[in-house]
């Protein structure tokens, strides 16, 4: 049996399809199977948008939030002497956790890049391969990716309007707390509390710089501003309120 893909996922893959991104990458930032998406795209294609509010996922597809309960069982299943840190870290680093790497508490640039050099090695090293060992040693070519990074590279091409086109392309689940809130980068908003306990789709709206609340069937419930998205939070990383 199918169940109907919610219509703001469908219309994030949608902006995604038209900017010319692949079928996995669109499915793994959407949490969607990668044939639910070909079959969604092959409507898009022959119909335009008027076939979005068709769509049907199989039965079996990844839930909006992977649960790290059975993803920490089956590693200490896989890896009976691996204690629970590093049962922790490899989560983290694998995208379970929400704070992969804990930018919050980074209170600079710098900080947040020599954390991230920290688990990039660890997975990079320390990770048992397929075959056997370590990953390192496995693919040495794991060693550097090969494309230094540039701070004046990255001057020239950082783009304020290619990152709200990149926030738009995304349809968050959230599950409305028992007083009708909703959490969005650390910060609580109100949607109803004759709503408490429904999913809500929460996505950006690049034209207005606001946050937009849908249910499943894409009818907007709230609207809220955005003041935390903006070029000079971002570059700073000051998006969440915690410091």
């Not at 335009?48 to 920490?72: D, N, W």
């Not at 004759?194 to 069937?217: I, K, N």
């Not at 003041?227 to 309120?241: A, D, N, T, Y």
Request: charged share 25%; glycine share 6%; net charge positive.
């Amino acid at each position: 049996m199918s169940h109907a893909v919610p219509l703001p996922l469908r219309q994030a893959l949608y902006r995604r399809w038209r900017q010319g991104q692949d079928v996995r990458t669109s499915a793994a930032a959407l949490d969607l199977h990668p044939r639910t998406v070909r079959r969604l795209l092959r409507r898009l294609q022959q119909h335009g948008p008027e076939a979005l509010p068709l769509g049907y996922a199989r039965r079996g597809s990844r839930s909006p939030a992977a649960p790290v309960q059975p993803a920490a069982l089956q590693l200490r299943r896989q890896h009976p002497t691996w204690g629970a840190p590093l049962i922790r870290v490899f989560l983290r680093s694998q995208g379970v956790g929400q704070n992969w790497a804990e930018p919050p508490p980074c209170a600079s640039a710098a900080e947040l890049q020599q954390r991230l050099e920290q688990f990039d090695q660890l997975q990079r090293a320390e990770y048992p391969s397929g075959a056997g060992g370590r990953r390192l040693a496995a693919y040495p070519e794991l060693r550097h990716s090969g494309r230094p990074y540039s701070l004046a590279w990255e001057q020239r091409h950082w783009s304020w309007r290619r990152v709200r086109e990149y926030l738009a392309g995304f349809a968050v689940p959230r599950r409305l707390g028992s007083k009708g809130m909703v959490s969005v980068y650390d910060r609580d908003r109100y949607v109803g509390e004759r709503l408490a306990g429904r999913v809500l789709y929460v996505q950006f709206d690049p034209q207005t710089q606001e946050w937009v609340g849908s249910d499943e069937a894409d009818r907007q419930l709230r609207r809220w501003p955005a003041p935390e998205i903006c070029c000079q939070r971002i570059v700073s990383l000051r998006v969440s309120k915690r410091p």
